[in-house]
């Protein structure tokens, strides 16, 4: 109990990657919104200061939520939301539609709703007038047996509009406190939530944003839950964000949900007074792993290899070494599983049945992988985690909803690996680049523990060129471009969804200028291999010829030609999930009667804190040749919002180098 | 010997008939329809039968292989239905790659989902699918279902190859029954073979079927017409959809049905008549009051799609509209016409196959092909066109969503096909006008002053209607292909008029506008305008015509001040091209320390013959090199 209640508490006074200040409670004030009263001034807002263009800004978005107890169906979770939003634009009217989502779980636990009224109202000659929600703007979309949507649209909006809508939500499903986002993609300029929960509900919060809180406070309060029954003492936590920028997409992102501002609620456990009847949820990292152990979609499922006896014993007879065992294995599930691209750490049928199907998601895979493993006799388990677009794992909140995928953790000898059988091309040894997302937790009744996923690989290409050039400016001769690591990975993916033919076609269409007589792809199936392409071509009109001169791009085109990072400012860290290597090295021969001009300079450059570097040479050879090289490296999957303008000059500086040219002359 | 073919053929025999198990083995299907495919058609028939003027039934059963994951999407049954119709008898049963029967569709495989789609607030669609969950390619799928169909203002489109990039088909059939007293009208398109007719007991049968249609590469501007490829289109003569009857043996009649649906919706309230009123007072030229009140329509109203039932065909009446101040494109363009009617001014309820990638309707098939509904205003000279679910569009303009193609006008006398106006290369403009500052570095600052109009200023019409500050400037960034540069300021404006304008000006920083290598500057001139549509060359002889749907002009006018010190080694000769597909030139000319660079290319729009695709591609390929010409400088 004091356990619990420990925990309890450092949660909510936790503060997340950045750090968020709550000004002190002197500053603290009240905002109330009544519905139906507008501030004029609102009506009268042309634009919104802090974003010009912005098609709506939400005034105010507030709502608590309480507990309240009904004779029928116990306790429940109330929800309470007012929101004010100012229409600015033509193209904010869609935030005059809204959905309420209502959930529903075996026709017993549901959510309705209650007291849903909307209103618009516009400035018509210095007059304000108002429209209200009617019965026939409100829709029901049945979506699914466990969800139907509660939809509105409001009357009468207009560039300027005020609208509002509050509703109320009220829950049977008592561990479950609705999550609060901050941020929306307009600006809000209050928003508030307000959280009641008697003590005997042990939560854990989670926050986190970029965006700090204006006002964060917890009071203890007396919860009233019925007014027959007494009180019990509870705590009301009250955070308001104010000016919240809107936020949006940008490149080089995991999910913009690892960004935005928001409150979460977990339950831990509850504990009515007296201490009778009480139940734990999963809390520590102990209690996860044990809880995850004991599902029938997770845990069950890996004594449940059996069904594959005959294969395990034929893998036995054939190989000895262990290794070879887990290859083998490893190669069996991937040819007879089709992953359906669904991830969960949940299986969606036994083992059995995923095997007869042939296709299921992550979960079916890899623990029929493990299962497989155990029934060989080599030590494997699962370690869970959670993909870039779900989110990042907090090693200090225990929440499984926050996991959704789930790959082998294999021990050889000494040695240990992560393997993910979903994926048929990938190299042995290596997990898919979705799963390169912090650490991963190792589910292990004794020896459970964070495993890292960020992995040292690379995506590599390396191009090795020869060619000749002739006195018309026509190139002629060889390269060989080898793709390594994920950039293996990736060519193969591509070859193998696009067939040969197609992938050699499509590089022809990005070579207009190019003749190419041989194209051949070696190593496809090879996958501890680089990937190598071998072409030989003619090239027209990549050297220019001018009176007595050549001028010639040493990279044929095929270096840097734009700067991904275009905007100066960065807010979010640039995630790139894996290290970036590119190196050209290239050799040309001089048509005879021709002689070197100009050569680029050489250049060599790094970016602070080990981030990456980039060399350029070029020289002539003894044999009169030209040799040119250029590589570059960036060595930090994440480059955090600070180290932006270093990476996005870095990048300039490449783009401009790999335009440079070589200067021949007529002698 | 003769026992081992005896043995063998007994083998065959029993594991084919006498256990009946095996019925659409993969290894069965021909190697030219495997060829490039992800899924085959074995077999396919669906039955279309007319009850009578507001029913329809349709039987469908289909099996298909499944080749790779790609084809995956054929392994699931989605069934549409909606409030007028009803799926009933779904079944499915599931093949392995020996064709051999491993499981049939169970109810619980079966799930009812809501179809509402996203452009939709509200609407009465739901699918039924179907989906075993299996995935061992290739596999077999065989489904069957019935339907009872009450939307009868079109029966059934049947194009058996409509994915031929993915789907090879070894065998499909269609059948359409109805009663003689009705009778059928339908069109053959795309080469598909003439219709097997018979006529029973006052029925009339037409059937068509189409056998062994490999998967076909997608040739670079196929027309559009083609899109679907082989096929049949049908419709009534006379239909009726819950209690409103029609017909539509000519445009007219179909034009009369719209006529009937509107009939007595354009009632408004009091208040927005005397509004309209005291708007038009004043007001004589009759154009100037239809943009008076097209523009306070787009003021009042929003757009907000609820199609249920009949809702689908029929418009809200316009005092809904007037009351709520939403409603969809019926509902929108019904309201407009109410307003423009209440002002003394005739307007015809449009309807159109919306779209920019759309291909024309038939014109010689009068029948339900129209996904939108626009207003028409005519006038003394040129008709006005409004497009009404749209707040922030031009008065007048159509943009390539409803431009250049024929429309049904429901006037007083019935229906009347009309075309839409077209916007040609002197409509669709980008003048760009660049000064530019280069230093001995090869860096630059840039001063750009460009003007978009008709459809090449769509983008950034909607940048300033959509999007906010940050998006702006993110699109802006988007827009410029300059390899490294920091925009420092910009500025969007719009003029909304029958042919839009939109002013773009930007100040930028260029970093090695000149790439510089030792003493020497290499420099594109061509700025902004770099052409990148280069088009593959195949040994491969084209099948069909070259479509070319925009055509537009551009003109390039960008002057570089360039370093004191700079001499010219080597400049571009000028090019000038002319083709039946457009016209090219290009010129840079040097004086005082300063080069001008001049541009101009006007793209045509037309259909010409499948072989001067290969002009076309050389076309492009000429515009693509003189775009990238190098100026180099000696320091």
């Given at each position: 109990m004091k356990h619990y209640s420990r925990y309890f508490l450092q949660s909510t006074l936790s503060v997340l990657f950045i750090l968020l200040f709550p000004l002190s409670n002197i500053l603290a004030q009240e905002k109330t919104v009544k519905f139906g009263k507008i501030d004029l001034a609102d009506l009268q807002m042309k634009s919104y200061p802090k974003d010009t263009s912005s098609e709506a800004v939400i005034l105010s978005d507030i709502a608590d939520a309480y507990y309240r107890y009904s004779e029928s169906s116990g306790l429940q979770v109330v929800f309470n939301r007012h929101r004010?939003?100012?229409?600015?634009?033509?193209?904010?009217?869609?935030?005059?539609?809204?959905?309420?989502?209502?959930?529903?779980?075996?026709?017993?636990?549901?959510?309705?709703?209650?007291?849903?009224?909307?209103?618009?109202?516009?400035?018509?000659?210095?007059?304000?007038?108002?429209?209200?929600?009617?019965?026939?703007?409100?829709?029901?979309?049945?979506?699914?047996?466990?969800?139907?949507?509660?939809?509105?649209?409001?009357?009468?909006?207009?560039?300027?509009?005020?609208?509002?809508?509050?509703?109320?939500?009220?829950?049977?499903?008592?561990?479950?406190?609705?999550?609060?986002?901050?941020?929306?993609?307009?600006?809000?300029?209050?928003?508030?939530?307000?959280?009641?929960?008697p003590d005997f509900y042990h939560f854990k919060m989670i926050h986190q944003g970029y965006e700090p809180f204006f006002i964060s406070t917890v009071k203890p309060v007396n919860i009233s839950l019925d007014p027959t029954t007494t009180r019990y003492e509870g705590k009301e936590y009250r955070w308001v964000i104010k000016d919240a920028p809107a936020i949006q997409e940008e490149p080089f992102m995991t999910t913009l949900n690892d960004y935005n501002a928001k409150v979460e609620f977990e339950i831990a456990a509850i504990i009515p007074p007296g201490g009778l009847n009480s139940k734990y949820f999963s809390v520590t990292w102990e209690d996860f792993t044990k809880t995850l152990l004991e599902y029938e979609n997770f845990g069950t499922q890996l004594k449940r290899g059996g069904f594959l006896k005959e294969k395990v014993n034929t893998i036995k007879a054939a190989e000895k070494e262990p290794v070879n065992q887990v290859?083998?294995?490893?190669?069996?599930?991937?040819?007879?599983?089709?992953?359906?691209?669904?991830?969960?750490?949940?299986?969606?049928?036994?083992?059995?049945?995923?095997?007869?199907?042939?296709?299921?998601?992550?979960?079916?895979?890899?623990?029929?992988?493990?299962?497989?493993?155990?029934?060989?006799?080599?030590?494997?388990?699962?370690?869970?985690?959670?993909?870039?677009?779900?989110?990042?794992?907090?090693?200090?909140?225990?929440?499984?909803?926050?996991?959704?995928?789930?790959?082998?953790?294999?021990?050889?000898?000494?040695?240990?690996?992560?393997?993910?059988?979903?994926?048929?091309?990938?190299?042995?040894?290596?997990?898919?680049?979705?799963?390169?997302?912090?650490?991963?937790?190792?589910?292990?009744?004794?020896?459970?523990?964070?495993?890292?996923l960020s992995s040292n690989e690379r995506i590599t290409k390396t191009l090795i060129l020869n060619f000749d050039l002739n006195n018309e400016g026509q190139m002629n001769g060889s390269l060989s471009i080898s793709h390594l690591g994920y950039g293996g990975l990736y060519a193969r993916k591509q070859i193998f969804t696009d067939s040969k033919a197609k992938y050699i076609e499509s590089f022809r269409k990005k070579h207009p200028t190019w003749n190419i007589s041989k194209f051949e792809i070696e190593k496809l199936e090879e996958l501890s291999d680089p990937l190598v392409e071998n072409i030989t071509t003619s090239i027209q009109e990549t050297a220019s010829i001018a009176g007595d001169h050549i001028y010639l791009n040493p990279l044929l085109g095929e270096g840097e030609k734009e700067n991904p990072f275009k905007t100066t400012e960065r807010k979010f860290p640039v995630e790139l999930a894996t290290q970036i290597?590119?190196?050209?090295?290239?050799?040309?021969?001089?048509?005879?009667?021709?002689?070197?001009?100009?050569?680029?300079?050489n250049i060599r450059l790094s970016l602070p804190n080990d981030g990456g570097k980039f060399s350029y040479f070029v020289s002539k050879t003894e044999e009169g040749k030209i040799a040119v090289s250029s590589k570059f490296l960036l060595k930090k999957p994440t480059f955090y919002a600070e180290e932006y303008s270093s990476l996005k000059e870095f990048y300039a500086q490449i783009v401009a180098k790999h335009a440079e040219q070589i200067v021949l002359k007529k002698k | 010997?003769?026992?081992?073919?005896?043995?063998?053929?007994?083998?065959?025999?029993?594991?084919?008939?006498?256990?009946?198990?095996?019925?659409?083995?993969?290894?069965?299907?021909?190697?030219?329809?495997?060829?490039?495919?992800?899924?085959?058609?074995?077999?396919?028939?669906?039955?279309?039968?007319?009850?009578?003027?507001?029913?329809?039934?349709?039987?469908?059963?289909?099996?298909?292989?499944?080749?790779?994951?790609?084809?995956?999407?054929?392994?699931?049954?989605?069934?549409?239905?909606?409030?007028?119709?009803?799926?009933?008898?779904?079944?499915?049963?599931?093949?392995?790659?020996?064709?051999?029967?491993?499981?049939?569709?169970?109810?619980?495989?079966?799930?009812?989902?809501?179809?509402?789609?996203?452009?939709?607030?509200?609407?009465?669609?739901?699918?039924?699918?179907?989906?075993?969950?299996?995935?061992?390619?290739?596999?077999?799928?065989?489904?069957?279902?019935?339907?009872?169909?009450?939307?009868?203002?079109?029966?059934?489109?049947?194009?058996?190859?409509?994915?031929?990039?993915?789907?090879?088909?070894e065998q499909d059939f269609f059948k359409i029954s109805v009663p003689a007293s009705l009778d059928l009208r339908y069109k053959e398109l795309n080469g598909i073979g003439a219709a097997v007719t018979e006529e029973n007991n006052g029925i009339k049968s037409y059937s068509w079927m189409v056998k062994n249609l490999p998967v076909l590469e997608k040739e670079p501007y196929a027309p559009r017409k083609i899109k679907y490829g082989?096929?049949?289109?049908?419709?009534?003569?006379?239909?009726?959809?819950?209690?409103?009857?029609?017909?539509?043996?000519?445009?007219?009649?179909?034009?009369?049905?719209?006529?009937?649906?509107?009939?007595?919706?354009?009632?408004?309230?009091?208040?927005?008549?005397?509004?309209?009123?005291?708007?038009?007072?004043?007001?004589?030229?009759?154009?100037?009051?239809?943009?008076?009140?097209?523009?306070?329509?787009?003021?009042?109203?929003?757009?907000?799609?609820?199609?249920?039932?009949?809702?689908?065909?029929?418009?809200?009446?316009?005092?809904?509209?007037?009351?709520?101040?939403?409603?969809?494109?019926?509902?929108?363009?019904?309201?407009?016409?109410?307003?423009?009617?209440?002002?003394?001014?005739?307007?015809?309820?449009?309807?159109?196959?919306?779209?920019?990638?759309?291909?024309?309707?038939?014109?010689?098939?009068?029948?339900?092909?129209?996904?939108?509904?626009?207003?028409?205003?005519?006038?003394?000279?040129?008709?006005?066109?409004?497009?009404?679910?749209?707040?922030?569009?031009?008065?007048?303009?159509?943009?390539?969503?409803?431009?250049?193609?024929?429309?049904?006008?429901?006037t007083p006398e019935g229906g009347k096909l009309v075309m839409t106006p077209g916007y040609g290369e002197k409509d669709n403009l980008q003048h760009r006008n660049i000064q530019v500052v280069l230093n001995e570095e090869g860096d630059a600052e840039a001063e750009t002053s460009m003007l978009f109009t008709g459809i090449l200023q769509d983008d950034y019409a909607?940048?300033?209607?959509?999007?906010?500050?940050?998006?702006?400037?993110?699109?802006?960034?988007?827009?410029?292909?300059?390899?490294?540069?920091?925009?420092?300021?910009?500025?969007?404006?719009?003029?909304?008029?029958?042919?839009p304008v939109s002013k773009v000006k930007n100040s930028l920083l260029i970093r090695k506008c000149a790439s510089k290598s030792g003493t020497r500057m290499f420099l594109n001139p061509n700025l902004m305008s770099v052409f990148n549509q280069i088009l593959p060359v195949t040994d491969k002889s084209r099948k069909h015509d070259v479509e070319l749907i925009n055509a537009y002009t551009e003109t390039d006018s960008v002057m570089f001040q360039l370093p004191a010190k700079a001499i010219i080694e080597a400049q571009p000769a000028p090019v000038n091209i002319e083709t039946a597909f457009g016209k090219y030139q290009s010129e840079v000319k040097i004086k005082d320390q300063k080069l001008y660079?001049?541009?101009?290319?006007?793209?045509?729009?037309?259909?010409?013959?499948?072989?001067?695709?290969?002009?076309?591609?050389?076309?492009?390929?000429?515009?693509?090199k003189a775009d990238r010409a190098q100026v180099v400088m000696k320091l």
């Open positions: 004010r939003i100012k229409i600015l634009k033509k193209s904010g009217y869609d935030w005059a539609s809204y959905q309420i989502p209502l959930g529903r779980y075996k026709g017993a636990n549901k959510e309705r709703i209650e007291n849903l009224r909307g209103a618009t109202y516009n400035l018509v000659n210095d007059q304000i007038v108002t429209d209200k929600l009617d019965k026939a703007s409100i829709f029901d979309e049945k979506q699914t047996e466990n969800l139907t949507y509660k939809k509105i649209t409001l009357p009468n909006v207009k560039e300027g509009s005020v609208i509002e809508y509050t509703y109320s939500t009220v829950s049977d499903f008592d561990t479950s406190i609705p999550t609060w986002e901050f941020q929306k993609n307009i600006p809000v300029i209050w928003s508030e939530y307000k959280v009641q929960i290859f083998a294995a490893y190669q069996f599930i991937r040819t007879n599983m089709k992953w359906d691209g669904n991830s969960s750490i949940y299986t969606s049928n036994s083992l059995k049945k995923s095997f007869e199907n042939k296709t299921g998601n992550c979960a079916d895979i890899n623990l029929m992988f493990i299962a497989m493993l155990k029934e060989l006799g080599i030590e494997a388990d699962p370690v869970v985690l959670s993909t870039r677009d779900h989110g990042r794992i907090l090693p200090n909140y225990v929440l499984e909803k926050k996991f959704n995928y789930v790959v082998a953790w294999v021990k050889i000898g000494d040695n240990s690996v992560l393997l993910d059988a979903t994926d048929p091309f990938l190299d042995f040894g290596k997990i898919p680049v979705r799963c390169l997302n912090g650490s991963g937790r190792l589910i292990h009744e004794a020896n459970a523990d964070w495993v890292p290597e590119e190196n050209y090295i290239a050799t040309f021969s001089i048509p005879e009667g021709y002689e070197i001009e100009e050569l680029p300079k | 010997m003769k026992k081992f073919v005896y043995s063998a053929f007994f083998w065959l025999f029993c594991s084919s008939f006498i256990l009946g198990q095996v019925k659409w083995p993969a290894a069965a299907i021909p190697e030219n329809l495997r060829e490039n495919a992800h899924a085959v058609m074995r077999k396919s028939e669906t039955f279309y039968t007319v009850r009578n003027s507001g029913e329809g039934q349709r039987k469908v059963h289909y099996i298909v292989t499944i080749l790779d994951q790609q084809g995956i999407e054929y392994s699931t049954l989605t069934v549409r239905y909606d409030k007028l119709s009803k799926v009933t008898n779904i079944e499915g049963t599931l093949y392995n790659t020996l064709g051999e029967k491993i499981k049939t569709l169970k109810k619980s495989d079966i799930s009812d989902q809501s179809g509402i789609s996203n452009t939709n607030l509200f609407d009465d669609v739901r699918y039924k699918v179907g989906q075993f969950n299996y995935a061992s390619f290739p596999f077999t799928v065989e489904f069957s279902y019935e339907e009872t169909d009450r939307n009868m203002l079109s029966y059934e489109s049947w194009y058996p190859h409509f994915d031929s990039e993915n789907l090879a088909v082989p096929g049949v289109i049908t419709a009534p003569n006379e239909f009726e959809v819950e209690g409103y009857q029609g017909k539509m043996s000519s445009w007219k009649d179909l034009g009369e049905f719209d006529n009937v649906l509107c009939k007595n919706r354009d009632i408004l309230p009091e208040e927005t008549i005397a509004e309209v009123k005291q708007l038009t007072s004043g007001i004589t030229d009759p154009v100037q009051k239809v943009k008076k009140l097209y523009e306070y329509m787009q003021n009042k109203t929003r757009y907000i799609s609820i199609q249920l039932g009949i809702g689908g065909w029929q418009p809200f009446e316009a005092k809904y509209v007037a009351e709520k101040g939403y409603g969809d494109c019926k509902a929108l363009s019904n309201f407009m016409k109410s307003i423009l009617k209440s002002a003394n001014i005739e307007s015809y309820y449009t309807s159109i196959q919306a779209g920019d990638d759309k291909a024309d309707i038939l014109t010689d098939f009068p029948s339900q092909q129209f996904n939108h509904v626009i207003l028409c205003v005519p006038m003394k000279q040129d008709s006005i066109w409004l497009e009404c679910t749209s707040q922030t569009n031009p008065f007048g303009y159509l943009s390539d969503f409803t431009s250049d193609r024929h429309a049904l006008l429901a909607s940048a300033i209607s959509r999007m906010n500050d940050d998006e702006q400037k993110k699109f802006m960034y988007s827009q410029i292909h300059i390899p490294n540069f920091d925009l420092v300021k910009f500025s969007i404006q719009n003029e909304k008029k029958t042919i660079y001049y541009r101009k290319f006007i793209r045509k729009r037309g259909i010409f013959p499948p072989g001067s695709y290969a002009e076309l591609a050389d076309f492009y390929k000429k515009i693509s």
